[in-house]
Antibody, heavy 117, light 113 residues
């Protein structure tokens, strides 16, 4: 069965970086893009961007463009999201999700990133 | 950016009754070349990731109960739950992917009356 399993919760200081992993299984990794979504406490879902798992091409939301990097390791069927220059407002749950045409059909369990001095 | 606005923000419905959630986009999300509305609906329960319910505005995701249906086109969309069950208590989000960034509505909290 399709699964996306994310790395565990992180606590970071302001200005630091965080790297979240998203390990996939149960399907051909390169057949579906991976999307990244942020959800701050009590806030709506916020799209961060996506990575084409076939060729590594990326598209970032302008809101995160200067601070985020998506990468993949095709040998491990894993996608990564790295966010730098963390600030308190980045405290949130970060999700990876598989994109099928029309929607995001499978999601990781979420990774809580807490930014605190 | 396309702004997605849902109404109401919260809704309380009796078990077995109909629940209706609306979503309005600030511009059309209908792609004329394939006549598809780039609009999806998700359900999110506490402590869980969102779950895809409806895509292309009206196509039910496999495994989603048929009490969930989506309708609308262009800028105005509706998610309907025909007979509310206790397990439907959740926050519901619409999302457009017509243009980048793929924006979500603010969510509608659905509760039992």
């Amino acid at each position: 069965q399709v699964q996306l399993v994310q790395s565990g919760a992180e606590v970071k200081k302001p200005g630091a970086s965080v790297k979240v992993s998203c390990k996939t299984s149960g399907y051909t990794f390169s057949d579906y893009a991976i999307q990244w979504v942020r959800q701050a406490p009590g806030q709506r879902l916020e799209w961060m961007g996506w990575i084409d798992t076939g060729n590594g091409n990326t598209k970032y939301s302008q809101r995160f463009q200067d601070r985020v990097t998506f990468t993949i390791d095709t040998s491990a069927n894993t996608a990564y999201m790295e966010l730098s220059g963390l600030r308190s407002e980045d405290t949130a749950v970060f999700y990876c999700a598989r994109e099928k045409r029309g929607g995001f059909d499978y999601w990781g369990q979420g990774t809580l990133v807490t930014v605190s001095s | 950016d396309i702004v997605m606005t849902q109404s109401p923000d919260s809704l309380a419905v009796s078990l077995g009754e109909r629940a209706t959630i609306n979503c309005k986009s600030s511009q059309s999300v209908l792609y004329s070349s394939n006549s598809k509305n780039y609009l999806a609906w998700y359900q999110q329960k506490p402590g869980q990731p969102p779950k895809l319910l409806i895509y292309w505005a009206s196509t039910r995701e496999p495994g989603v109960p048929d009490r969930f249906s989506g309708s609308g086109s262009g800028t105005d969309f509706t998610l309907t739950i025909s007979s509310l069950q206790a397990e439907d208590v959740a926050i519901y989000y619409c999302q457009q992917f017509y243009s980048s960034p793929a924006t979500f509505g603010q969510g509608t909290r659905l509760e039992i009356k």
